[in-house]
């Protein structure tokens, strides 16, 4: 058998070090994950207020007060936030996993 040389090494520690970072950076972006209640509501009720919430960031109102789509945006902990509130303001009550 003869020793591995560095060249052959090379492969694995690239991948090893792809593989690492995107596991770093995946453990980073996740964040809790909320389910919703509401006395009375029933799942249609919750489909068309979490849809209000999922639009309401992308939206802004323009200079005419006509509102508009600006685009999804690229923070997903300050969208979940912001979704948080959203349904919030609209009566269901965030639960936390345990």
Known sequence: MQPRTLELD???RRLAALVFSVWALLSGCTAPIFT???GGADAADFRRDSYACVQEPRMSVGASGTPMSVGAGTDGKREA?????????NGWTAEAPR
Request: aromatic share 14%; net charge positive; proline share 7%.
């Open 10 to 12: 090379l492969p694995m």
């Open 36 to 38: 919703y209640s509401k």
């Open 81 to 89: 936030k912001l979704y948080r509130i959203c349904m919030e303001a």
